[in-house]
Nanobody, 118 residues
Framework: EVQLVESGGGLVQPGGSLRLSCAVS????????MSWVRQAPGKGLEWVSG????????YYAESMKGRFTISRDNTKNTLHMQMNSLKSEDTAAYYC???????????WGRGTQVTVSS
C-alpha cells in the first residue's frame, strides 16, 4: 500500500519556523521526484517546492525562495521542508506529492496544516 504521511505542521507566530516531513512507503522512493504543494483556505493548489530523485536539483516558487528549503533522505524514504520566516500568507494545508514522469503527480499525502498567526 502506498503511503505518504506528512507531519510537522502546527501553529506558529509570524517570523517563526517549522520543519515538515513526509514519510513514504509502498513505492521506490528514489525513483520519484518529490514536491510540496499547499492549499490555503478557499484557494486552489499552489506548488511550493520540488526536488529531483537524488536531491541534486531543487526548485522553489518565487515567494518561497530564501525562506524554504526542501531536502530528502533516500535512505529513510523521507522528504523534508524547512520553513523559516513564516508569514500569515503561508497558512495552508501542505501536501507532499510524488512524480515519476513528466506528467501529473502519481501519489499524494493527506496533508499537514500550517497556521501562521500571532
Amino acid at each position: 500500500e502506498v503511503q505518504l504521511v506528512e507531519s510537522g505542521g502546527g501553529l506558529v507566530q509570524p517570523g517563526g519556523s517549522l520543519r515538515l516531513s513526509c514519510a513514504v512507503s509502498g513505492f521506490t522512493f528514489d525513483d520519484y521526484a518529490m514536491s510540496w504543494v499547499r492549499q490555503a483556505p478557499g484557494k486552489g493548489l499552489e506548488w511550493v517546492s520540488g526536488i529531483s530523485w537524488n536531491g541534486d536539483i531543487t526548485y522553489y516558487a518565487e515567494s518561497m525562495k530564501g525562506r524554504f528549503t526542501i531536502s530528502r533522505d533516500n535512505t529513510k524514504n523521507t522528504l523534508h521542508m524547512q520553513m523559516n520566516s513564516l508569514k500569515s500568507e503561508d497558512t495552508a494545508a501542505y501536501y507532499c506529492a510524488a512524480r515519476k514522469g513528466a506528467g501529473g503527480y502519481d501519489y499524494w499525502g493527506r496533508g499537514t496544516q500550517v497556521t501562521v498567526s500571532s
